[in-house]
């Protein structure tokens, strides 16, 4: 398995259209095999941004790289901010890829 991450510092005051972009666009992750799941994590508040990251969890590293040559992949991230064009970050979002070496999922989890 692939984990790919981006964590992106939100302006403070952004976090409400930061979550609203996510939350009306068009992901397109499910018509990619491969593709496992997807979370919107919010992390801690500093004095200038709130910590956001994003989440998806692929079947291999190969899967996730095919995920960023696709035509999927541009449509979705056609519109990455907001519609005033003006950024919701500070800096650039960061991108952290991991592969999974080892897992452990209680059986009875809810998901």
Known sequence: M???MNRFQVKTGSEQAFETV???R???LSELSGFVE????KGP???DHTLYSSHTTWASKADF?????SEQFRKAHARADNKTGESLYL???KFEGFEVIQSE???SAAA
């Open 91 to 93: 800096g650039h979002p």
């Open 2 to 4: 692939f984990i790919a």
């Open 105 to 107: 999922r209680k059986t």
């Open 65 to 69: 790289e095919a995920w960023t040559k």
């Open 45 to 47: 508040v500093a004095e």
């Open 26 to 28: 068009e992901s397109y």
């Open 22 to 24: 996510w939350a009306t």
């Open 38 to 41: 997807f979370h919107l994590l």
